[in-house]
C-alpha cells in the first residue's frame, strides 16, 4: 500500500504555490510557445538555437507545473492564525530559542515549500523543527547538529 505523502503548508504559502503556477500557465508558457512557433517557421529547425532553446524551456515549464500541481494537490493547509492557543509547539508555531551562549533565534516552522532561512522560517522536516515539536515552553531541547549536540531552552511559542 502506497502512502500519500503529506505536504502541510500555511496559507501564505500555498498562495505563493497557486501564483507561480499561474504566471507559469498564462504569462511565461504562452510567450515561449509563441516563440517556439515562430522559431519554428525559420525552417532547418536543427541549426535554430531560438527553436532549440525553446523547446527546451518548454519542457523545463512543462516539468514545474507538473511539480506544481502535484505540491498544491496534496496540500494541507495550516493557518497558524486559526490553531486554538496551544501550550505544545505544533505546525505554524513560531518559536523563540535560546542557545547555550544565551542568544536568542527566532524561527516558524512552515511547510517544505515555504523554506527561506534567512527570514526564520524552516520545515517541520527539519531536524530542529522534528526536536521543537510537541514540547513546551520553558523546555530544554537537545538538537543534532552536524558538530554534536545543542541544548537549546524554549522561551516563546506564538502563533501569528
Not at 87 to 99: C, R
Not at 144 to 151: R, W
Request: negative net charge; proline residues 3%.
Amino acid at each position: 500500500m502506497v502512502q500519500e505523502k503529506k505536504n502541510y503548508i500555511t496559507p501564505s504559502g500555498i498562495k505563493k504555490l497557486k501564483d507561480e503556477l499561474s504566471h507559469l500557465q498564462n504569462v511565461e508558457r504562452p510567450k515561449i510557445v509563441e516563440l517556439v512557433a515562430w522559431a519554428a517557421s525559420n525552417g532547418d529547425r536543427s541549426e535554430n538555437a531560438d527553436y532549440q532553446y525553446g523547446k527546451k524551456r518548454l519542457r523545463e515549464i512543462d516539468s514545474r507545473l507538473r511539480f506544481l500541481m502535484g505540491r498544491i494537490e496534496i496540500a494541507t493547509i495550516v493557518d497558524p492564525l486559526e490553531i486554538k492557543i496551544s501550550e505544545k509547539i505544533v505546525f505554524g508555531a513560531t518559536v523563540t530559542i535560546l542557545n547555550e551562549d544565551d542568544v536568542e533565534f527566532t524561527y516558524q516552522i512552515v511547510g517544505e515549500d515555504e523554506i527561506d532561512v534567512k527570514i526564520g522560517r524552516i520545515s517541520w522536516k527539519s531536524p530542529l523543527a522534528k526536536a521543537l515539536l510537541g514540547k513546551k515552553l520553558n523546555d530544554d531541547v537537545v538538537v543534532l547538529k552536524p558538530l554534536g549536540e545543542e541544548i537549546v531552552t524554549i522561551i516563546s511559542i506564538e502563533y501569528r
